[in-house]
C-alpha cells in the first residue's frame, strides 16, 4: 500500500481526466479510513500537485447541486515525473 | 504564477470547455457562475498560500526567541559562564549545535505526536523509504544541521551582518526553483526578493558597530553558506510537499534534523573539544528549567518547517519562500516580546530601523505576489 498522496497522484496517470469525486470513488476502499481522506484535503492536495506542474486543469462546471468541480489531467510531463518517483 | 494568470487560466479552461461543448468535444457548458466560482477557489488558494507562508516566518521567529530563552536557563547558564571549564571552541561550536539538537529532537517528537493524533504516521513510514522520501531525507540534512551550524559560525563571526546574507536563501530557491522545477521567475519577482534582501541588510546593519568582527569575511562565507543550503531545502522540499503531504514532509524533516544534529555533529563537536558530549545532551534534556522552552522550541520549528514547505508548495518558491524570509524580521520582534517584555531581559529592544525594514519587506512581498500595475488595471476595469 502507498501513501495516500502517492495514490492520488498515481491515479491520474492512469485515467483521462478526475475531479475530486473521481478521487474518492477510485480510492475509497483502500483510503476510505484514513484521517486526510477527505474533500478538502484532496482538493489541496490537487491544487498543490497543479501549482508544481504535476497535473493541469483539463476543465471546471458547477454540478446539479451549484457546487464547483474542478477536473484534472496528468500531462505527458507530469505523468513522467510522477512514474519517476512514484513506483508501483 | 500571478494571481491574473490564474484568472486567467480559468477563463481559457472555461473557453476550452465551451468551445468543445459547441463542437461536441464534451457534454458540460461553462457558466459565467462557474467562471466565478473558479477564479474565487484560484485567489482563495493562492491567499491560504501566502498567509501559511508568512506564518511560517512568525513561527520561526518563536523558535528563534524560544530557543534563545532555553539557551539562557539552568545548566546552559553554567555552561555560557566563565567558569564552565569548555573551551572557546566548545562554547562556540558545541554549545550551539547542542542546542539545536535539543531544539530539532523536540520538534521531531512533536512532529511524530501530531502525525499520530492526525492519522498520518502510517503514510510517514510509507513515505520516508521511498525516493521522494530519500530526496527529502537529504534536503533536510543539508537544511537541517549543514545551514543551521554555518548560520550560527557565521553568527558568532560576523555578528548579525550574516542575517541578511542567509536571507538571500530565497534568491538561491527562486533561481533553482526555476532550473529545476521550471518554477516562474521573471524580472519583476528578483525585484522584489532584491527589496526583501535590502530590508534583511537594514536589521543586519544594526549590528554594525565601530568594532568590524577580524573574522567578517569567512562569517559573511558562511552566511552565504547557510543561505545555499537553505535555498535548496526550501526548494526542494517545497516541490516534494506537491507529492508528500506537509505534515509527512515536517516529520521527515524534523527526524532527520534530530538525529543527525544529536547523534554526528554533537559527538563530533564533542570529540574535538575534548569533553563529554552524551553527557551534556543528558543534562540538556533533564534539565527541568530549560527544557520547557525547547519544547516550545521545538513547537515553533515544527510550524516553521511545516507552513515554510507547504507555502513553497502552494505559491512557488519565489513568493513562499520570501514570505518566509520574514523570519529576519519576526526574529528580532519575537526575542524583543520573549525576551525582553516578558522577561524583561536587557538588549532586545527593537530598533527603529528594523520597523521600517519590515515595511519595506512587506512592499518586497507584494511586489513578487503580483504586478501593482494589475491594480490599476482592476480598477479601470470595473470603472469601464
Not at chain 2, 548560520?151 to 560576523?158: E, I, P, R, T
Request: glycine residues 12%.
Amino acid at each position: 500500500m502507498m501513501a495516500l498522496n502517492y495514490a492520488i497522484l498515481k491515479m491520474f496517470t492512469k485515467i483521462e481526466e478526475g475531479s475530486v469525486d473521481t478521487v474518492i470513488e477510485s480510492l475509497k476502499d483502500h483510503y476510505g479510513t484514513f484521517k486526510a481522506f477527505n474533500k478538502k484535503e484532496i482538493i489541496n492536495a490537487l491544487m498543490t500537485a497543479e501549482a508544481n506542474g504535476l497535473l493541469e486543469e483539463s476543465r471546471f462546471e458547477l454540478d446539479a447541486s451549484n457546487e464547483l468541480k474542478v477536473y484534472y489531467r496528468a500531462h505527458e510531463e507530469g505523468a513522467a515525473t510522477i512514474n519517476k518517483y512514484i513506483k508501483g | 504564477m500571478g494571481q491574473a494568470s490564474v484568472a486567467d487560466n480559468a477563463i481559457i479552461a472555461g473557453r476550452r470547455t465551451s468551445e468543445g461543448a459547441m463542437s461536441g468535444g464534451t457534454t458540460s457548458t461553462v457558466t459565467p457562475a462557474a467562471i466565478v466560482a473558479k477564479k474565487a477557489l484560484a485567489s482563495s488558494f493562492r491567499r491560504r498560500g501566502i498567509m501559511v507562508a508568512l506564518f511560517s516566518g512568525l513561527c520561526y521567529g518563536f523558535y528563534t526567541a524560544f530557543m534563545t530563552l532555553g539557551m539562557s536557563k539552568g545548566v546552559w547558564l553554567q555552561w555560557y559562564g566563565e567558569n564552565s571549564g569548555l573551551s572557546s571552541f566548545a562554547v562556540l561550536y558545541l554549545l550551539g549545535a547542542l542546542g539545536a539538537a535539543t531544539t530539532d529532537t523536540c520538534s521531531a517528537l512533536w512532529a511524530i505526536g501530531i502525525a499520530n493524533v492526525r492519522g498520518r504516521f502510517g503514510d510517514f513510514t510509507r513515505c520516508i523509504k521511498t525516493k521522494p522520501g530519500m530526496v527529502m531525507v537529504t534536503a533536510a540534512i543539508i537544511g537541517g544541521p549543514m545551514a543551521s551550524t554555518a548560520y550560527v559560525v557565521g553568527l558568532q563571526m560576523a555578528g548579525s551582518l550574516v542575517v541578511p546574507i542567509a536571507a538571500l536563501c530565497p534568491a538561491v530557491g527562486a533561481i533553482l526553483g526555476r532550473v529545476w522545477f521550471k518554477q516562474e521567475l521573471n524580472s519583476r519577482m528578483m525585484m522584489g526578493i532584491v527589496i526583501c534582501f535590502i530590508a534583511s541588510f537594514m536589521i543586519g546593519s544594526t549590528g554594525l558597530g565601530d568594532n568590524v568582527p577580524d573574522n567578517l569575511m569567512l562569517g559573511l562565507f558562511f552566511g552565504f553558506v547557510a543561505a545555499v543550503c537553505w535555498g535548496i531545502e526550501g526548494c526542494v522540499c517545497g516541490y516534494g510537499t506537491s507529492m508528500i503531504d506537509p505534515e509527512i514532509g515536517i516529520t521527515i524533516r524534523q527526524v532527520t534534523a534530530g538525529i543527525s544534529n544529536l547523534f554526528i555533529l554533537v559527538p563530533v563537536f564533542g570529540m574535538i573539544a575534548h569533553v563529554n558530549a552524551f553527557g551534556m545532551v543528558v543534562q540538556s534534556f533533564t534539565d527541568p528549567e530549560a527544557i520547557i522552552w525547547f519544547a516550545l522550541a521545538g513547537l515553533s520549528a515544527y510550524g516553521a518547517f511545516m507552513y515554510w514547505y507547504k507555502g513553497n508548495a502552494m505559491c512557488g518558491a519565489p513568493l513562499g519562500m520570501s514570505c518566509n524570509g520574514t523570519f529576519s524580521f519576526w526574529g528580532p520582534f519575537c526575542c524583543w516580546i520573549v525576551l525582553g517584555v516578558v522577561f524583561g531581559i536587557d538588549g532586545w529592544v527593537i530598533p527603529p530601523i528594523a520597523w521600517v525594514a519590515a515595511v519595506v519587506m512587506v512592499i518586497g512581498i507584494f511586489i513578487i505576489a503580483m504586478n501593482p500595475m494589475d491594480l490599476f488595471r482592476k480598477s479601470n476595469e470595473e470603472v469601464a
